[in-house]
């Protein structure tokens, strides 16, 4: 297998039947994901507009990569200074939490000690170096 396999989201799965326009990913701003198959590595490349490496976490147990973030806004804001304070409140306040995790199964050619993380520009880029599967090995047969 050469390939990066997502987990299945039992959202989608159990949705998808219902209502096949409907994708738990896109309506909840999942990350979008692209990866790359190089020679000697695979390239994943994850959009996270607004976040820093701080707001991200990149773990990998037993080829099970995982991204998640958890991010709540500390901004506090003043209030107006003519507006009595009781005058002012939230009606909706959807902005202060955002968190998200997805997984991926790596291939077996992958070399999970040397998996290399970096953010630049609000693009978090992982470098999944692969290595080379031992060949099928003949085996001889006795005459009996």
Same mark, same amino acid.
């Given at each position: 297998?050469?390939?990066?396999?997502?987990?299945?989201? #039992? #959202? $989608?799965n159990?949705l998808g *039947?219902?209502?096949?326009e #409907?994708?738990? $990913?896109?309506?909840f701003? +999942?990350? /979008?994901?692209? &990866?790359?198959?190089?020679? $000697?590595a695979?390239i +994943?490349q +994850? *959009?996270?507009?607004? +976040?820093? !490496? /701080? $707001?991200?976490?990149? !773990?990998?147990d037993?080829?099970?990569?995982?991204?998640?973030?958890?991010?709540? %806004?500390?901004? %506090?804001?003043?209030? *107006?200074?003519?507006a009595?304070?009781? *005058?002012?409140?939230?009606? =909706?306040?959807e902005?202060?939490?955002? !968190?998200?995790?997805?997984? #991926?199964?790596?291939?077996?050619?992958t070399?999970? !000690?040397? &998996?290399?993380?970096s953010f630049k520009?609000?693009?978090l880029?992982?470098? =999944?170096?692969?290595?080379?599967?031992?060949a099928?090995?003949? =085996?001889? =047969?006795?005459?009996?």
């Amino acid at each position: 297998m050469n390939e990066l396999a997502l987990f299945n989201n #039992f #959202f $989608d799965n159990a949705l998808g *039947d219902v209502m096949p326009e #409907f994708s738990f $990913d896109r309506s909840f701003n +999942m990350p /979008k994901v692209d &990866v790359k198959e190089e020679k $000697d590595a695979y390239i +994943m490349q +994850m *959009d996270l507009p607004g +976040m820093t !490496e /701080k $707001d991200v976490n990149v !773990e990998l147990d037993h080829n099970i990569l995982t991204v998640s973030s958890h991010h709540e %806004e500390e901004k %506090e804001e003043k209030p *107006d200074k003519n507006a009595k304070k009781e *005058d002012q409140k939230w009606l =909706i306040r959807e902005r202060r939490v955002s !968190e998200f995790t997805r997984r #991926f199964t790596l291939p077996d050619d992958t070399n999970g !000690e040397n &998996v290399a993380a970096s953010f630049k520009n609000g693009v978090l880029t992982v470098n =999944i170096p692969r290595k080379a599967l031992a060949a099928p090995k003949r =085996i001889a =047969i006795a005459a009996a």
